[in-house]
């Protein structure tokens, strides 16, 4: 009887504590582009150079990309709860240092630190989804939900970069964060429980330094090299140095007892298959995302707000995906379920490929958006729940690895194809994200194994 009157409660909790962990993300997620769009108004007012300026992306990228592995061994080492908790904090209070900013060094400050609390944050999101859907109908329904969130934030991210910017200041692009932690905070506190922590676990200080200073050092060359070129001390030097520093992470990671990246999260096929994807959508999706920004606004001339209500068939798209891959994700190959999803946003990258200064927005570029979301929207969600299923106790660094990969491979992508645009402009740019992706799809098809996913096990 007692089990009886405490179980319908437990299954209301848990999808409260879905609504929760995914309005954390989704705060981070916006983070990534809201300040895009605000960009201008920030140097205006703050007296910034055209150089530091860049770093207000840059310093999020490096914070985030940096720590994800270390916030992933954190979380086990903690206790989710205890780092979602940590990581919604520390970012509310970054975001207001940024928001407060008197100068630039503090708006900097504030990026950086909002970067690192958001590498805390994510893998105890995905490791809470893991832990509380671990049923086959649940988990696609929730991981269905949290991929329709995560992938409509870089477009909500511009949206709502417009708005405050046009109708209020560039301070409320950082201040908005604030209801929005108050809110998921409430929500975990009141839904996602204590649990038991990871027994064993010790922070492995020398692959964390290594894969710290590896991981930043790769993203900031990447960093550099969009805005100095590819042949230049300032980009190819860090790359190098990252390239090394990673190596003998990994190394190193074969030979400690407790390894920050355990390499069984990574040698498991459905995982490196789903990190592959993971980082090939996001060279593609940032990509689009980079070159439409700046079309719509430098070539079409639109309005901020203009502009950010463009990118919305983006989350229509994504939308339609999640919802169809949730209700496959338990009765298809996650081979099966990927690889087309990689091949529908080059078809996406393809059209882009065709557009021109005079392209109508409602025949030529709105299809684009649609098809970039539609395949985004069937990639996130696979890649998610592949990652973190069955992963137990390395649930949090196997989920921090799939957005390792992600921010990676935006970071790449956007150096490296936007070299490609200043030199044979964006149409050929697209064109070659496109071919890059249709590789990448045969790539992850081969690297998953026949047997891969079953999510119903």
């Given at each position: 009887m007692m089990r009886t009157e405490v179980e319908p409660q437990l299954d209301v909790r848990r999808w409260w504590a879905l609504g929760a962990v995914a309005t954390a993300q989704l705060m981070v997620g916006i983070d990534l582009t809201i300040v895009n769009i605000a960009l201008p108004s920030m140097q205006r007012d703050l007296g910034m150079s055209d150089p530091g300026r860049q770093w207000v992306i840059t310093l999020f990228a490096l914070g985030y990309g940096g720590f994800l592995l270390l916030g992933g061994r954190t979380s086990d080492l903690i206790g989710r709860r205890r780092a979602l908790l940590i990581g919604l904090t520390g970012f509310a209070l970054a975001s207001?240092?940024?928001?407060?900013?008197?100068?630039?060094?503090?708006?900097?400050?504030?990026?950086?630190?909002?970067g690192v609390f958001g590498a805390l944050l994510t893998p105890a999101v995905l490791a809470t989804l893991a832990a509380?859907?671990?049923?086959?109908?649940?988990?696609?329904?929730?991981?269905?939900?949290?991929?329709?969130?995560?992938?409509?934030?870089?477009?909500?991210?511009?949206?709502?970069?417009?708005?405050?910017?046009?109708?209020l200041d560039w301070r409320w692009s950082m201040f908005v964060n604030l209801p929005i932690a108050a809110v998921a905070a409430g929500g975990i506190l009141y839904a996602v429980r204590p649990a038991q922590r990871t027994s064993g676990v010790r922070v492995d200080v020398p692959g964390a330094l290594l894969a710290t200073a590896g991981l930043m050092a790769v993203v900031f060359g990447f960093a550099r090299a969009e805005s100095d070129g590819w042949g230049a001390a300032a980009s190819y030097g860090p790359l190098a140095v990252g390239v090394v520093l990673l190596a003998a992470f990994l190394m190193a990671q074969a030979r400690v007892s407790n390894p920050l990246l355990p390499l069984r999260v990574v040698k498991d096929r459905r995982r490196g298959g789903s990190y592959l994807a993971v980082f090939s959508l996001a060279i593609g999706m940032f990509a689009a995302l980079f070159f439409l920004t700046f079309y719509l606004q430098t070539v079409k001339h639109y309005s901020p707000v203009?502009?950010?209500?463009?990118f919305l068939p983006l989350t229509v798209g994504l939308m339609v995906g999640v919802r169809a891959v949730s209700r496959l994700l338990a009765k298809v190959s996650v081979r099966t379920l990927i690889c087309p999803g990689l091949i529908t946003i080059a078809a996406g990258l393809g059209l882009l490929g065709l557009v021109h200064a005079d392209s109508s927005y409602w025949l030529q570029v709105m299809p684009v958006f649609?098809?970039?979301?539609?395949?985004?929207?069937?990639?996130?969600?696979?890649?998610?729940?592949?990652?973190?299923?069955?992963?137990?106790?390395?649930?949090?660094?196997?989920?921090?690895?799939?957005?390792?990969?992600?921010q990676v491979g935006a970071s790449l992508g956007t150096a490296l194809l936007s070299t490609v645009a200043g030199v044979h402009g964006f149409n050929a740019a697209s064109f070659g994200a496109a071919g890059f992706l249709c590789v990448?799809?045969?790539?992850?098809?081969?690297?998953l194994s026949e047997r891969s996913p079953d999510h119903s096990r």
């Open positions: 207001a240092l940024g928001g407060a900013a008197t100068g630039p060094w503090m708006l900097l400050a504030g990026r950086g630190l909002q509380s859907f671990p049923l086959p109908a649940e988990r696609g329904k929730a991981f269905g939900i949290y991929g329709g969130v995560m992938g409509s934030a870089s477009g909500l991210g511009v949206l709502a970069g417009g708005v405050l910017t046009q109708y203009k502009a950010g209500l463009a649609l098809l970039v979301g539609l395949g985004t929207g069937w990639v996130l969600v696979t890649a998610n729940s592949t990652a973190t299923l069955g992963a137990g106790p390395d649930s949090a660094v196997a989920g921090a690895m799939v957005m390792t990969s992600q990448a799809a045969v790539a992850v098809y081969w690297t």
